[in-house]
Structures are given as structure tokens and as C-alpha cells.
């Protein structure tokens, strides 16, 4: 069969049915891949449910097959399918790759909780078995991370305020939960009632957990006790960002010394200096997201440093676009270069590849995720091709 750049499938495509492990179907089509070309994976999670805030459209986590070429993608629909579940809003895998960790982003229709779902991550197919879940005893939980061990599962529930640690065996089970960590407080817009622990990511170290947290206008730091299993917190734990920011995702760079936070409210970008020894944050900038004279309503979604440290992404939620900051070498602070329009509605979680040259984003209410080629030496977009998707939320390379 002839081998199809992504940005020509359109002319190329063709219908096809591919059977799922649990009798379900996708519809799709079929384009191979050169046999010298590298395969990889890609796990993606969808809404599957209408909520106050989404249409979810989606069957579960989806996996696509896809190999890349120079400017260009291949997929491979054959080994694409999707596993049934509600509801995985944010995915992770596991340090060794055999294990993807799922948040199930339920609310007080659902049940009496949220839950989170192991699965094993078949090593020839790379098929998802179900091996575990969970409830986390809140609602909505919306970001789930494993340590760069294997060790610790940690959950943000945005409702209920409690982050949740959980010890993993080595199977890929959970262990009990060891601990249910409440968060309290409320900042100033209508948005930050409560307490909404929106993320939790890991130092580069794997010693500290920071909690942004979307509800307080602050970000937590917290000490992984490996030994008791448990989050501790460090003598000054407490980060406060400007009032009505609500701090969303955060990304390190690889210099190991420089967080930046994405703010969802107010649509800026935060930078700080990381003292690894004590896990201490240092404020440092604090940047629009927005291009300036836009005044139309935006929220901010995920952001992510290039591998090579130079450049900056961040997702906008209605100006649909990703911006693109560069970072100064020096100092670790951003300036703007542009914005780069995600050709969809409402992007939310995007993704780098593991090589650095592409970026794909997930347009959540145009059910699409559109591929950009990443110019290294400008940091800019370019698009390649996109695939459709209901209701993408997350993407996760494996």
C-alpha cells in the first residue's frame, strides 16, 4: 500500500471497523506504516459523559499507532483502538512504561466518588488491561502523576480539596490510600470559593510535590517521605501567586532550577526560581499569555518547556491557541514571540514528542487533535495534519 503523509489523508482515506478487546468498535480508516520506520504510541483521554462544563463524546482512553518522517506523521489505524471507560480526563504512565494510571473525572451524579484505574500495558500489543481502581474520596479529580520510581500515585480532586497519595505494589496495584491531604482557603473571583487542587507535579529530584492549586491562588510544596509513603510539608510550604490567577499546570525545566506556572483565570505565565534542597519557589515574572489588545474572555489550559529548554508553550482556551514564549538563557524568564492558532475550539492538554519535533494539541470541543512541526531554532508551529477524536482532554505519549 502506498505510504500517506498525514496531511494527505484526506485524499487518500478509506472506512474501516476495527474490533476493540471488549467487542466495542471505531470507525477509522487505514494508513500503514513503512516497516523501517520507528512505531510509537500515543494514549489519549477523552470525556465520555455531558457535564456542566463539556458534551463528552468519547468511548474512553484511545490509542493511536503513528510513526514520523521527517516534516511528516504516518498512522497506522490498524493497531488504533479505544478502551471503554467514564470519564479519563488525565492519564499517566508509569517510569518503566508498563503500567498507565487514569483519573475518572467524576461528580455526585456519578456516585460517591471519583476513582482513579490502573491498567497494564501490554509489552507486544500495547493493549490496556485493567488491573485496579479505586475511589479518592472527593469529586472531580482532574490530574493524577506517578514518582520517577514507580512508587507513589499522587490525585488532585478540584472538588473537595484533597489530594490523595497512593502507594503502588509491583504489580501495578494500589495499596491502600495512605493519605488523603485537605486543602482549604479561597481567593477572590467566583471561581475560588474553595479550595480546587488543580495538578500536582514532581520535582525533577523526585523529592518534592507542588500542588497548584486553582481555588487559594497557591501553590504548596510538599516533601515525598518514600519510607511512610506520606506528603510532608517543607518549613515554607506556601507559594502565593496574584490574587484571582488560579494556578493550573506547571512545567521544569531541564536545567532542573526554573518552574513555570500556567495560570487558568487570568491567563498569564509565572516563573520561578526551584531550590531543590529545600523545595523552596522563588517568584520571579509573571507574563500574558494573551497577544496584546485581546480582550475577549480566555482560560488558560496546560503548558510545557521544550526538551531544549528554549522555548515555552502555553494553551488558550478561546483565543484557541498556543502560545509560544522564548526563554532567556540567562535568567529563565519568558518573553512573548506569538501565538499559534490550534485550529479547533477549547484546547486543552497538548503534548511534545519525545524527539522534540512535533507538538500536538487536544481541541476538546471540536473533537480534534491537530499536529504542529516545531522550527527549533524559532520555536514557531507548523501544521502537519490533524486526526479526529471525540472530546480529546489529554494526551500522553508512551
Known sequence: MKYISLFLLL???????????????????????????????????T??????????????????????KGDSIYFNFLKSKYFKTVNPSFLTISANKKYLFAANELGPDDGDSGTVEAYHIDPQTKDLKLIDKVKTDAFAPC?????ATDQIVFVSNYVGGIVNVFPL???????????????????KT?????????????????????????????????????????????????????????????????????????????????????????????????????????SAPSWCADIHVHP??????????????????????????LSFIKTESTKGDFPRNFAIDPTGEFLWVANQNSDSIFIFKINIETGELNEVGNVEIPTPVCLKFL
Open 47 to 68: 470525556y465520555t459523559k455531558k457535564e456542566g462544563h463539556v458534551d463528552g463524546k468519547g468511548e474512553g482512553i484511545y490509542r493511536l499507532a503513528f510513526s514520523q
Open 308 to 333: 531544549s529548554g528554549k522555548f515555552v508553550y502555553a494553551s488558550n482556551r478561546g483565543h484557541n491557541s498556543i502560545t509560544i514564549f522564548k526563554v532567556d538563557e540567562n535568567t529563565g524568564t
Open 169 to 187: 505494589l509491583e504489580d501495578g496495584t494500589f495499596k491502600e490510600t495512605s493519605q488523603n491531604l485537605q486543602f482549604k482557603g479561597r481567593s
Open 11 to 45: 485524499t487518500f482515506f478509506f472506512s474501516c471497523e476495527i474490533n476493540n478487546s471488549d467487542n466495542t468498535k471505531i470507525n477509522t480508516s487505514i494508513v500503514t506504516t513503512e516497516s523501517d520506520m520507528n512505531e510509537q504510541f500515543i494514549f489519549i483521554g
Open 190 to 294: 467566583d471561581r475560588q470559593e474553595t479550595s480546587h487542587p488543580h495538578s500536582g507535579t514532581i520535582s525533577p529530584n523526585n523529592k518534592h510535590l507542588f500542588v497548584a492549586d486553582l481555588g487559594t491562588d497557591e501553590i504548596t510544596s510538599l516533601t515525598i517521605n518514600y519510607e511512610k509513603e506520606k506528603l510532608l510539608p517543607n518549613i515554607e510550604s506556601k507559594t502565593k501567586i496574584q490574587a484571582g490567577a488560579g494556578p493550573r499546570h506547571m512545567s521544569f525545566h531541564p536545567n532542573t532550577e526554573i518552574v513555570y506556572v500556567v495560570n487558568e483565570l487570568d491567563a498569564t505565565v509565572n516563573t520561578f526560581d526551584y531550590d531543590g534542597s529545600t523545595g523552596t519557589l522563588i517568584p520571579k515574572q509573571s507574563i500574558s499569555t494573551l497577544p496584546e489588545g485581546y
Open 143 to 147: 490530574h493524577i502523576t506517578v514518582d
